[in-house]
């Protein structure tokens, strides 16, 4: 890690549903990055805003203003096609606009103590969730159609989450994950998982969305600290590696294995086969938990996201030996950073910084 102001210089950041590019506000704009190419693929420079969601590769971008303009207000949500300039509809809301999520056929909208669903396409509202306040915004969406699952924190005194089936509009299940209130939840991008994260920040806990129980439960550290990020890989199917960064400055991975639930008798010996317990406990093999020690800078908030994932097997017997990833982590000081991961057959992690650039930096004719 080099040397970085911890000076907060970006508004907001996200990566798309499948993390090939992201978005960040800026006190001046919007920018968009393709994140494989590190390439500035989109600019507008006419203010402040503190959402940019975008819906895939599409030019669709959801856009929130800051307020520090008329023209801008965090009360106001934009739907902006990047190609031809145009802003394609605007909703107004009562209060601000604290979250926005999409997928191809559902636009969600949250604000303090209220969780609107849209059909995307015509805007139709379709449902409208009271909540408890939640003046963060907190909110787990998964994009996909078949099990398209929105969670919301259920309650401010303890860190439980109701998950809301937006494809049907009802309410799926309530979990309750934490005895402390909820800082960071993220769904898996199939929608069969949620980790949560608590504001004591010690344990990261994964759920089985369909039947609500508990399948893993991680001791991230034995001080407290705040969550900032929790990202699931990018697997089709079952997720095989979650990151989590948080104020430390440390980045946790742990490796997952959502595969068969083994018999008692028989468990895979594999590093990424099933290593789910037959009673889960607060703590599992620590061999399992990986640390990037001083990845991003302590005390800045940062947001991690597994963006590929390769499994490296003997050609000959098929044995695997080494699981690969990609992560990128976007720091809010306005850096970028890709770190190049590898955990062998013995589950031992080695990692480098591949790639560091300045988010703000960057022109549109200049690849990083």
């Known amino acids: 890690m080099t040397n970085q102001s911890s000076s907060p210089s970006l508004l907001c950041a996200s990566f798309n549903q499948d993390h090939s590019y992201f978005a960040v506000g800026t006190r001046d ?123 919301l924190p259920a309650s401010t005194t303890k860190g439980s989450a109701l998950l809301y089936n937006v494809m049907e509009c009802h309410l799926h299940c309530e979990i309750e994950a934490h005895r402390s209130p909820l800082a960071a939840m993220v769904l898996s991008s199939n929608g069969m998982y949620i980790a ?35 990202s699931f890989g990018p697997s089709k199917r079952l997720p095989d590696i979650l990151a989590a960064s948080s104020s430390s400055g440390s980045i946790h991975l742990f490796t997952l294995g959502f595969a068969s639930r083994p018999s008692s008798s028989k468990r895979s010996s594999g590093f990424l086969g099933s290593i789910i317990p037959d009673a889960v406990h607060d703590v599992l093999d620590p061999a399992h938990h990986h640390v990037l020690h001083n990845a991003v800078p302590a005390g800045v908030k940062s947001y991690a996201v597994i963006r590929k994932v390769e499994n490296v097997t003997n050609s000959s017997s098929s044995e695997l030996l080494a699981c690969r990833a990609i992560m990128s982590v976007i720091t809010y000081n306005g850096y970028f950073q890709e770190y190049n991961l590898s955990i062998d057959a013995h589950n031992e992690l080695s990692w480098s910084l591949g790639r560091q650039f300045n988010l703000l930096t960057v022109t549109m004719d200049k690849a990083s």
Do not use: W
């Not at 934009?78 to 009562?94: I, K, P, Q, S, V």
């Open 196 to 230: 949560t994260a608590s504001e004591q920040g010690t344990i990261i806990r994964v759920h089985l969305v369909s039947d609500a129980t508990k399948s893993y439960s991680f001791r991230r550290g034995t001080y407290p600290s705040t969550i900032f990020s929790v």
């Open 29 to 151: 704009g919007v920018r968009i990055f393709d994140a494989n190419t590190g390439r500035l693929c989109y600019e507008r420079a006419v203010g402040a805003f503190v959402i940019a969601e975008m819906l895939f590769s599409s030019n669709l971008l959801a856009i929130v203003g800051a307020g520090h303009q008329p023209s801008l207000s965090p009360r106001r949500l934009c739907l902006f096609n990047t190609t031809t300039g145009a802003a394609l509809r605007e909703l107004n809301f009562l209060t601000s606009i604290l979250a926005v999520r999409m997928n191809r056929q559902r636009l969600i909208v949250i604000l303090q103590d209220k969780a609107y669903i849209y059909e995307i396409n015509s805007l139709t509202i379709l449902d409208t969730i009271d909540t408890v306040p939640n003046i963060k915004g907190l909110c787990a969406f998964s994009p996909s159609l078949d099990a398209c699952y929105l969670a």
